[in-house]
């Protein structure tokens, strides 16, 4: 997807709604992570359950992008969509050596175990040029 394509997305999105979103991550070795998601979009980390107690402060980088407060972050000339964990889907990823399917445990055989762990955060950002489809019904 295009950056424009996305931030087009974006301007009517409702915050707090439920979206299909597929990802890449590049892992290294000619590895790539490909990730279909249910996520969360313009949730504010100060409002969730998780944060209850916890002293919240601005964007640690990066500045909001005006009128998508809440959903794109802008920095140094990229950008970033914020999400939020839904916590009912964990997503199902494939790996991909050279563009051809191999499995978890090869993976770790390659890369290491450590390379392979998700961190499960609660709100997170992802960089536009790693979208590959974003499903806003």
Known sequence: MTNNQILEQMSNVKKGKYVSLKKKKDLGNGIEKVSDLVIRLGVDYANMKVAEGKEVGGLPWGHWVEGLEGLVIEHKGNYYLRV????????????????NEISKEEVIAILGEKKVQSANPDV????FENILELSIN
């Open 84 to 99: 939020a964990s839904s916590y009912s889907n964990n997503g199902k990823s494939i790996y991909l050596l050279n563009g």
């Open 124 to 127: 997170y950002n992802i960089k």
